[in-house]
């Protein structure tokens, strides 16, 4: 678990002085101004427990962007100030937050990077104020896709289920038929992001691999220490395969806790997190042959914009970023040219400069290696995901395969159509 706790508490404080950045954390100490008329940017997210890597990729990834920004002259000499608090992973804590930097900082933005739970409790927040929100990391669909949901002045992303789900099933499928992995298990965390992406996995696998049979499923609480209850149900059961959505420590804690079981010595793991440098080097001897989506990874998407990316961050920060990081420093791209294509930071005109909006991006598999914010929704899409087996050592994942788009596309619309969300 160290790998996960790299940076300390006095790591995150630390920022270049031409960022002019605020990390006002849950702890008290005030919040110091660097200058009346400076683009001012809210980001509530995750810098304490089990899963601080996640804040602390965030704030990485923001100070690598808006530190670039600020030294080219910012917006007509105008510096972004990014102001981080630590919402404790409380949904009730996170919408607090946002409260006071729309009413007492008068942000001008807020870059959500929240886990799903306290994600839903600032969409209600910003849908009230008014405010441009970004998120950056909620992974649960409906956040974006339900109507009911969606507000004009939010915009994700970050990856989400369904699109993870079809990638996933298609290449489980093919394992299933080379294998004959019919027996599956799954475990998730129980909140909302666990729930909707273990059921929209089993409903794309039985669709690309009708007749698989799911014979057990365990639902550990977030941030739960012990696994023991679950591994011994996968061990009395015996699938020949499992699907896990646990992410960061959890997954680091139940892989390390199953490995002392043989759990994975007949039964194949299918870890849609796993896939991230963080959480493999925390694994006590990774095994061989882990099935995982890329979360990020250098090797993959396999171009010399990717390289490049990963060596200035690592170069910054001593380590390689996560998929937060890459989907955190999409929004900070989009909105810094939404900023300079308006010239303003009137949230309506930079909602109208998102929508829409193709970018060419370093996880980019569109045309010309680019991403887009799709305009119905206001989600990414066409950033890369692939497919492979962990092997123990750098570059962690090999045998990576792509993801085709279309089909993701084709499916989440026959998806979405019978949710009745389309």
């Given at each position: 678990?160290?790998?996960?706790?790299?940076?300390?508490?006095?790591d995150?404080?630390?920022?270049?002085?031409?960022?002019?950045?605020?990390?006002?954390?849950?702890?008290?100490?005030?919040?110091?101004?660097?200058?009346e008329?400076?683009?001012?940017?809210g980001?509530?997210?995750?810098?304490?427990?089990r899963?601080?890597?996640?804040?602390?990729?965030?704030?990485?990834?923001l100070?690598?962007?808006?530190?670039?920004?600020?030294?080219?002259?910012?917006?007509?000499?105008?510096?972004?100030?990014?102001?981080?608090?630590?919402?404790?992973?409380?949904?009730?804590e996170?919408?607090?937050?946002?409260?006071?930097?729309?009413?007492?900082?008068?942000?001008?933005?807020?870059?959500?990077?929240?886990?799903?739970?306290?994600?839903?409790?600032?969409?209600?927040?910003?849908?009230?104020?008014?405010?441009?929100?970004?998120?950056?990391?909620?992974?649960?669909?409906?956040?974006?896709?339900?109507?009911?949901?969606?507000?004009w002045n939010?915009?994700?992303?970050?990856?989400?289920?369904?699109?993870?789900?079809?990638?996933?099933?298609?290449?489980?499928?093919?394992?299933?038929?080379?294998?004959?992995?019919?027996?599956?298990?799954?475990?998730?965390?129980?909140?909302?992001?666990?729930?909707?992406?273990?059921?929209?996995?089993?409903?794309?696998?039985?669709?690309?691999?009708?007749?698989?049979?799911?014979?057990?499923?365990?639902?550990?609480?977030l941030?739960?220490?012990?696994?023991?209850?679950v591994?011994?149900?996968?061990?009395?059961?015996?699938?020949?395969?499992?699907?896990?959505?646990?992410?960061?420590?959890?997954?680091?804690?139940?892989?390390?806790?199953?490995?002392?079981?043989?759990t994975?010595?007949?039964?194949?793991?299918?870890?849609?997190?796993?896939?991230?440098?963080?959480?493999?080097?925390?694994?006590?001897?990774?095994?061989?042959?882990?099935?995982?989506?890329t979360?990020?990874?250098?090797?993959?998407?396999?171009?010399?914009?990717?390289?490049?990316?990963?060596?200035?961050?690592?170069?910054?920060?001593?380590?390689?970023?996560?998929?937060?990081?890459?989907e955190?420093?999409?929004?900070?791209?989009?909105?810094?040219?939404?900023?300079?294509?308006?010239?303003?930071t009137?949230?309506?005109?930079?909602?109208?400069?998102?929508?829409?909006?193709?970018?060419?991006?370093?996880?980019g598999?569109?045309?010309?290696?680019?991403?887009?914010?799709?305009?119905?929704?206001?989600t990414?899409?066409?950033?890369?995901?692939?497919w492979?087996?962990?092997?123990?050592?750098?570059?962690?994942?090999?045998?990576?395969?792509?993801?085709?788009?279309?089909?993701?596309?084709?499916?989440?619309?026959?998806?979405?159509?019978?949710?009745?969300?389309?």
């Amino acid at each position: 678990m160290k790998k996960l706790n790299k940076y300390s508490r006095r790591d995150i404080l630390k920022t270049s002085a031409s960022t002019a950045s605020v990390f006002a954390l849950s702890t008290g100490f005030p919040t110091i101004l660097k200058a009346e008329n400076n683009i001012k940017i809210g980001v509530p997210t995750i810098l304490s427990g089990r899963v601080a890597q996640l804040g602390i990729s965030v704030s990485n990834a923001l100070n690598m962007a808006v530190d670039n920004f600020n030294k080219s002259g910012g917006l007509d000499g105008r510096n972004i100030e990014l102001i981080i608090r630590d919402s404790r992973a409380k949904p009730d804590e996170a919408a607090r937050v946002c409260r006071n930097f729309i009413n007492s900082d008068k942000v001008d933005a807020i870059i959500n990077a929240e886990a799903s739970g306290a994600s839903f409790a600032v969409q209600e927040v910003i849908r009230e104020s008014g405010t441009l929100c970004l998120h950056t990391v909620s992974e649960t669909t409906s956040l974006t896709a339900d109507p009911s949901i969606r507000t004009w002045n939010a915009f994700r992303f970050s990856r989400q289920g369904i699109h993870d789900a079809v990638g996933s099933a298609e290449y489980a499928a093919k394992l299933v038929k080379e294998k004959g992995l019919k027996k599956w298990m799954s475990i998730g965390p129980d909140y909302a992001y666990g729930r909707d992406s273990t059921k929209t996995f089993f409903d794309m696998l039985q669709k690309f691999a009708p007749g698989v049979e799911i014979v057990g499923q365990g639902w550990p609480k977030l941030f739960q220490p012990d696994y023991t209850e679950v591994i011994t149900q996968i061990v009395r059961e015996k699938p020949d395969a499992i699907y896990s959505c646990l992410w960061g420590g959890d997954l680091v804690s139940f892989v390390n806790q199953a490995i002392l079981y043989d759990t994975f010595k007949n039964s194949e793991l299918f870890a849609i997190n796993l896939a991230d440098y963080t959480t493999m080097s925390a694994i006590k001897n990774l095994p061989k042959g882990l099935h995982s989506a890329t979360r990020y990874v250098a090797a993959w998407p396999n171009t010399q914009d990717n390289r490049d990316y990963d060596k200035a961050y690592t170069d910054l920060y001593g380590d390689h970023p996560t998929n937060w990081s890459w989907e955190t420093s999409i929004a900070i791209d989009y909105l810094i040219n939404a900023l300079k294509e308006t010239g303003s930071t009137d949230n309506k005109k930079l909602a109208e400069a998102l929508k829409g909006k193709t970018r060419k991006s370093f996880m980019g598999v569109g045309e010309g290696n680019s991403v887009t914010i799709r305009n119905n929704d206001q989600t990414l899409v066409d950033y890369s995901i692939g497919w492979g087996t962990t092997i123990p050592n750098d570059p962690f994942v090999k045998d990576i395969q792509s993801v085709d788009w279309n089909t993701i596309k084709e499916l989440e619309k026959e998806w979405l159509i019978n949710k009745g969300w389309l």
